[in-house]
C-alpha cells in the first residue's frame, strides 16, 4: 500500500470514528437511554462475556420467529466470522396473522429481510429500533399499491404490526444496536420468518396458506444457510420479489 492510499485509509477511519462517536454521544444524550445504560450494561456485557466476547466490538443479528414469538438475539467479535447465540426475547404481543405485510393498515408484520435503519430514543414506546419495511422485495410485489411503513421492534405491549419487547427488554436490545451500530456495523440485520422453517413447518405453511408457499420457500434456505453455518447469507431479489440466497 503507498503513502496516498494510507492516507486516504486513515483519512476514512477517522471520518468514521468521528461519526460513530457522534451518534454515541447523541444517543446517550436522551434520558431513556442514559437509563437503559444505567440499568442494562452490566447484564448487556454479561451476554456477551458468557459467550467468550469480551468487549463491544460486535456485530449482532436478529431473527424474528412470528409464530413462536421469539426474537432471537445473536452476536459475534469482529475478528470472528461465525455467531453465538447471545439470548431470545419473547414478543409480548402481536397483530395480523402469519403472511408478509402487503398494504398499509393490514396489521401485518411484515416478513422477509430486513435491517436496522432507525433508532428513536423519543418513541411513545419508549425506545424503538425502525426497519427498512418497504425494502425491495416489497415494493416489487405491492407495486400500485400502499403497503405502508413504520415498521418497529420496540418497548410497551401493545402493536400493529410491529414487534414489542416490553420496556425493560428492549433497553437491552437497544444496547446492543446501539454498540453495534457505533463499533461499524452500518446495517443490523433482521430476518422475520413466519415460523422457523422447518421441513415440517412448510408442509403447515402450505396446507393454511397455499398461495404464500412460493414466498415463504424463497425465506427458507436463509434459515437452513444460518443454521448450518451460523453466518449470515446475501441475498438478491428477483423480479417477482422472491428472495435469491447467493451464499
Not at 11 to 29: D, N
Not at 34 to 62: G, H, M, Q, R
Not at 151 to 179: M, N, Q, R, W
Not at 224 to 233: A, G, H, L, S
Amino acid at each position: 500500500m503507498n503513502k496516498k492510499s494510507i492516507f486516504i485509509l486513515l483519512i476514512t477511519l477517522m471520518t468514521f470514528s468521528g461519526i460513530a462517536q457522534t451518534f454515541v454521544s447523541e444517543q446517550r444524550k436522551n434520558s431513556r437511554v442514559k437509563t437503559a445504560y444505567s440499568e442494562k450494561e452490566a447484564i448487556v456485557k454479561k451476554l456477551l462475556s458468557d459467550n467468550k466476547i469480551e468487549n463491544f466490538n460486535i456485530d449482532i443479528y436478529i431473527r424474528v420467529f412470528k409464530q413462536e414469538k421469539i426474537v432471537e438475539l445473536w452476536a459475534k467479535s469482529k475478528t470472528v466470522k461465525i455467531y453465538s447465540h447471545i439470548t431470545d426475547y419473547k414478543i409480548c404481543s402481536s397483530s395480523g396473522e402469519l403472511g408478509p405485510k402487503r398494504l398499509q393498515g393490514d396489521g401485518q408484520t411484515p416478513e422477509g429481510f430486513y435491517f436496522i435503519n432507525r433508532f428513536n430514543p423519543y418513541s411513545n414506546f419508549y425506545l424503538s429500533l425502525g426497519l427498512n419495511f418497504p425494502n425491495q422485495a416489497d415494493k416489487i410485489v405491492t407495486a400500485g399499491t400502499q403497503p405502508g411503513g413504520d415498521i418497529f421492534i420496540h418497548g410497551s405491549c401493545v402493536t400493529i404490526g410491529c414487534v414489542p419487547l416490553t420496556d425493560e427488554k428492549i433497553k437491552e436490545l437497544y444496547i446492543f444496536a446501539i454498540e453495534a451500530k457505533s463499533h461499524g456495523q452500518e446495517k443490523v440485520p433482521v430476518h422475520i420468518y413466519p415460523c422457523k422453517m422447518t421441513t415440517e413447518n412448510i408442509v403447515v405453511l402450505k396446507k393454511n396458506n397455499s398461495s404464500l408457499i412460493t414466498f415463504w420457500e424463497s425465506l427458507k434456505p436463509a434459515y437452513d444457510n444460518f443454521e448450518k453455518n451460523k453466518t449470515v447469507p446475501s441475498f438478491t431479489v428477483d423480479k417477482k420479489g422472491n428472495y435469491v440466497i447467493k451464499n
